[in-house]
């Protein structure tokens, strides 16, 4: 029978073989594993049920402490402080900031303009009304008997005399309608000695017309406003200077207070 060895002796053959090779594989693993355990729990958070072992490793941690807000002076205990709010009204006006490069848009909206306020033009008064613009018409139809003459002296059969005339006779049967020769406003109605009963007519630009030896009683009295060719009155005998012509109506005519040939306005014949 073999002696047995002593332990030693057979460490030492572990050791002298294939053993030392399994011995320090060991070693070296245990090395790496405690490394890779010691890395691990310092970079990495510990898991919900790894803290429980690491309160009992490292002891009773001492309780989380919040600072309580301060106490009203006359606040109930207990009772819930509401939130300081800010009032909408006192809030500051966050003002976005301008934009600037290519995303700045510029206003391009043109001002609008005021309303023309430049007065009307004023209608036009007789100043700026040439008589020339004035429309007339014949007050009675018929021929001139007596021409306009304030020059030249005409004999007059009534007085039996020659004189000037300042306006012309138109030939007009007694009662024959007389007509206004231009639009215009009534300014006199009344009796002349010799001229009988007459109508005075303003028609602006200056323009008096006067027509006579009317009928007592005229179609129109002082203020009336006449068209064109609108009945004034009738042809009558009142003249007593021209008693001795023809029946007819004496027409004269004046601008600015002279005396002006009532032809050069009347349309032609």
């Given at each position: ?120 033009e004023p209608p036009a008064t007789d100043a700026e009304v040439k008589p ?138």
């Amino acid at each position: 029978m073999h002696e047995k060895k002593s332990l030693s002796a057979r460490v030492d053959e572990f050791l002298g073989g294939k053993g030392f090779y399994i011995v320090l594989f060991v070693c070296i693993a245990v090395i790496g594993v405690s490394a890779w355990l010691l890395l691990f729990s310092r970079f990495s958070p510990l898991a919900p049920d790894d803290v429980g072992d690491y309160v009992d490793a490292m002891g009773d941690l001492p309780p989380k402490t919040t600072p309580s807000k301060p106490t009203a002076p006359n606040a109930t205990p207990g009772a819930t402080e509401p939130e300081h709010q800010v009032p909408e009204d006192t809030k500051p006006a966050v003002t976005p900031p301008p934009q600037s490069g290519a995303l700045a848009v510029q206003d391009t909206t043109k001002p609008t303009e005021p309303p023309d306020t430049k007065p009307s033009e004023p209608p036009a008064t007789d100043a700026e009304v040439k008589p020339e613009d004035l429309i007339f018409a014949w007050p009675v139809s018929g021929a001139i008997a007596a021409p306009y003459s304030p020059d030249e002296l005409i004999y007059n059969a009534t007085m039996d005399d020659w004189r000037t005339h300042d306006g012309i006779d138109i030939e007009a049967s007694r009662g024959a309608t007389v007509l206004a020769p231009a639009a215009g406003t009534v300014t006199a109605v009344y009796t002349d000695d010799m001229l009988g009963s007459a109508v005075v007519i303003d028609h602006g630009a200056g323009v008096v017309s006067v027509s006579a030896n009317l009928a007592a009683a005229p179609a129109v009295k002082v203020g009336d406003h006449v068209a064109l060719a609108a009945p004034i009155g009738s042809v009558g005998d009142t003249a007593l200077g021209e008693t001795g012509e023809n029946s007819h109506l004496h027409f004269s005519l004046t601008v600015n207070g002279q005396s002006v040939d009532p032809t050069k306005f009347l349309p032609q014949k």
